[in-house]
Antibody, heavy 123, light 109 residues
């Protein structure tokens, strides 16, 4: 059974940093691209970042580019999101999610999701 | 930039009725859409991928259809647990890899 366990959320002041983790099990982690998606409480879903299976390529939403860094440790089956220069508008529940094995540039989806971890940016 | 518009924003129906949820893309770039279901306080769950394929464990009352810029999620006979929020999603290249619709809330009439 695929399991994704998000952790690392919490309360941080504007300008601060936080590192989220996503521990994966139940599948061959090193073979799958992974993503982060966030959701402001009561609002919709917003894609944040994606990392290819081998970690060689990363993608970011414009809203976080230059502040967030996605990475992975395939030996530990864990993905990370380093969040720096946090802003009040980054407050959200952050979900890690897994892509299926076959994706194209115009056809893909997220087939398994973690339970989410809440990040609150406030003074 | 592709925008996905879901309609209606809120759909009021009764258990046993048929629900039809719409997702319209501003451009025909992606060839397919995925649908997710989200219950309060829970993570989204994949329902439909590649426009019309049910994900593992999803009941047959859920079906997807569409092409081009217009896609539909149909729930043939609503169960009490179906009254939650549904999102459509497409994969793109720029400026974001994944675009989500704003969601349709299914509420009990």
């Amino acid at each position: 059974e695929v399991q994704l366990l998000d952790s690392g959320g919490g309360l941080v002041q504007p300008g601060g940093s936080l590192r989220l983790s996503c521990a994966a099990s139940g599948f061959t982690f090193r073979s799958y691209a992974m993503s982060w998606v966030r959701q402001v409480p009561g609002k919709g879903l917003e894609w944040v970042s994606t990392i290819r299976a081998d970690g060689g390529l990363t993608y970011y939403a414009d809203s976080v580019k230059g502040r967030f860094t996605i990475s992975r440790d395939n030996s530990q089956s864990t993905m990370y999101l380093q969040m720096n220069s946090l802003r009040v508008e980054d407050t959200a529940v952050y979900y890690c999610a897994k892509e299926p094995i076959y994706c194209t540039t115009t056809t893909c989806y997220l087939d398994n999701w973690g339970q989410g971890t809440l990040v609150t940016v406030s003074s | 930039e592709i925008v996905l518009t879901q309609s209606p924003a809120t759909l009021s129906l009764s258990p046993g009725e048929r629900a039809t949820l719409s997702c319209r893309a501003s451009q025909s770039v992606s060839t397919s859409v995925a649908w997710y279901q989200q219950s309060p306080g829970r993570a989204p769950r994949l329902l439909i991928y590649d426009t019309s394929n049910r994900a593992t464990g999803i009941p047959a009352r859920f079906s997807g259809s569409g092409s081009g810029t217009d896609f539909t999620l149909t729930i043939s006979s609503l169960e009490p647990e179906d009254f939650v929020v549904y999102y459509c999603q497409q994969r793109n290249n720029w400026p974001r890899l994944y675009t989500f619709g704003q969601g349709t809330k299914l509420e009990i009439k």
